[in-house]
């Protein structure tokens, strides 16, 4: 498939929201099974191409990452190229960067994320719960505990198709605070795969 990753992720968690777990299985191993006729799948199969559109337009319009003309957050903590500070609702996000991690202090070393180890498949994985993802047309923010992606902008599903803003190579963005379960202030954060560049926020 052309589709990315994070794409593919979103159009599978729509198919569980409309047609049901069993139903979602059953029509995994119709179109996996050895003896699939053909692996292209009968559109008879899926939810009409319409719910499809409302449900990516709700997506869009949860705006958990918004674009704001000016970032008026407060708290900021200033790494490197990376800039947060925060509002009641939102972290208000300058940077440079196109990754950035956050992990707990204290974290189960047996763990290994499915999600990191598919995006990373050379690095290792040293316990991140937070993975922010940023280029000039998406932004994919995951959950590497639960390997779910918790929040998306993609431009070419947005009824506006902006690139994420970005000024004299800065990308500027917020995120709602509650798609986090963790006060990002109070954790680690890393903005190479390395931990050698490790960045303590917490003050």
């Known amino acids: 498939s052309s589709l990315s990753y994070e794409v593919s992720g979103l159009y599978v968690s729509f198919l569980l929201k409309k047609i049901s777990v069993k139903a979602f299985l059953i029509l995994f191993r119709k ?8 692996k292209s799948i009968n559109p008879k ?9 409302y449900f990516i337009n709700n997506y869009i319009t949860m705006k958990n990452i918004q674009f704001p003309e000016k970032l008026m957050g407060n708290n900021n903590i ?3 190229n990376l800039i947060i500070s925060e509002t009641e609702e939102f972290y208000c996000f300058q940077t440079k960067l196109d990754k950035i991690l956050f992990s707990e202090s ?13 995006l990373f498949p050379e690095k290792e994985y040293s316990g991140e719960k937070y993975l922010i993802l940023i280029s000039e047309e998406e932004i994919n923010i995951y959950n590497l505990y639960t390997n779910n992606l918790i929040a998306g902008y ?7 198709h ?3 803003p970005q000024k004299d190579g800065w990308f500027t963005f917020t995120v709602r605070k509650n798609i986090f379960s963790d006060n ?9 795969l390395k931990w050698n560049q490790e960045l303590e926020i917490s003050e």
Do not use: C, G
């Not at 204290?106 to 598919?118: G, H, I």
């Open 31 to 38: 179109y996996n099974s050895n003896d699939s006729v053909s």
């Open 162 to 164: 902006l690139s994420v």
């Open 106 to 118: 204290k974290y189960d070393r047996q763990y290994r994320s499915k999600q990191y180890n598919l």
């Open 45 to 53: 199969d899926l939810p009409p191409e319409e719910e499809w559109k």
């Open 154 to 160: 993609v431009s070419a599903f947005s009824s506006s």
């Open 78 to 80: 200033s790494k490197d």
């Open 184 to 192: 990002l202030y109070n954790m680690k954060t890393r903005t190479e």
